[in-house]
């Protein structure tokens, strides 16, 4: 079975500050990467995509992946009040339906 | 916009009922997913569809049945409701293939039993 490690606690970051969040996963051939965000009572949404080792930037959020290490993070830059939320990691592996989500990462942005 | 409707936002169900909780997606999704998240537990998978009257186990099955008679729509079952069931359900749909991964959430459904 697929895991999928989101540690640390809460993260609180002031205004404008970058938030990181980083995500381990055990099997070595998950593909396709995601971050899902939360917000308190919502429902889960997707917000970025990898699929590659390195970068990939979308407006002021950054997914990083290093499948040699097999993990990948999420940095925010300038965070807003409005980023606070609980950001999920997923993690696939090729032509499967299933995906498996870390347990989240909680982050605080303090005006 | 794709749209996962759930059909209902709070339950109260006594121990032993019969639960359904319905699930209706509008954009012609091949997948559907019926999820669970608990505080400290993350989003843990329940069943899912990929077709109509298909379906697989997810990780935590047991207690559960599911049906999806049409495309658009997937029901989950608890045929006997325990407590240990409370949690608040997330129903999902995606595309089949590449898109198989970009899941589209309903609003959930907080069940609570007694």
């Known amino acids: 079975q697929k895991e999928v490690e989101q540690n640390s606690g809460p993260l609180s970051v002031p205004e404008g500050a970058i938030a990181s969040l980083n995500c381990t996963y055990s099997d070595r051939v998950s593909q396709s990467f995601f971050w899902y965000r939360q917000y308190s009572g919502k429902s889960p949404e997707l917000i970025m995509s990898i699929y590659s080792n390195g970068d990939k930037e979308d407006g002021r959020f950054t997914a990083q992946l290093n499948k040699a290490s097999q993990y990948v993070s999420l940095l925010i830059r300038d965070s807003q009040p409005s980023d606070s939320a609980t950001y999920l990691c997923a993690v696939n592996s090729y032509g499967n339906n299933r995906l498996a989500f870390g347990k989240g990462n909680q982050v605080v942005v303090i005006p | 916009d794709v749209k996962v409707t759930q059909s209902s936002r709070y339950l109260v169900k006594r121990t032993g009922e019969k639960v359904f909780l319905e699930c209706v997606q509008d954009?012609?999704?091949?997948?559907m997913f019926w999820y669970r998240q608990d505080p400290g537990l993350g989003l843990r998978l329940i069943y899912f569809s990929y077709d109509v009257k298909m379906k697989e186990k997810g990780d935590i099955p047991e207690g559960y049945s599911v049906s999806r008679e049409k495309k658009e729509r997937f029901s989950l079952i608890l045929e006997s409701a325990s407590t240990n069931q409370t949690s608040m359900y997330l129903c999902?749909?995606?595309?089949?293939?590449?898109?198989?991964?970009?899941?589209?959430f309903g609003a959930g459904s907080r069940l609570t039993v007694l």
């Open positions: 954009m012609d999704h091949e997948n």
């Open positions: 999902a749909s995606s595309l089949k293939g590449y898109g198989a991964n970009v899941l589209t």
